[in-house]
């Protein structure tokens, strides 16, 4: 006797997607202040592009102004004349 299939499994919420969500957080944070927070954010924006089967532009963008952020940073801080550090 054949045992039927189980049926499958049901797709995702819509409501779990994040996506953008991740994607502007590390594209905002990435250019403005936290370079560091803008690679994680970008990282998670991937991530759930790839499960959601969406475009991971939007974390690849959050990705590069995150590392743009730490080099500049890096850049200025090496010329001395970033504005938060006491000499």
Not at 17 to 28: F, M
Not at 35 to 46: E, H, Q
Not at 58 to 63: F, T
């Amino acid at each position: 006797m054949n045992a039927p299939y189980p049926p499958p499994p049901p797709p995702p919420a819509a409501g779990k997607d994040r996506t953008t969500l991740w994607g502007v957080l590390g594209i905002v944070l990435g250019l403005i202040c936290c370079g560091i927070l803008g690679i994680v954010f970008g990282y998670l924006s991937i991530r759930d592009a790839k499960r959601y089967g969406q475009s991971p532009v939007l974390g690849y963008l959050a990705i590069a102004f995150g590392v743009l952020n730490i080099i500049g940073t890096a850049i200025w801080r090496a010329s001395g004349t970033y504005p938060l550090w006491d000499d």
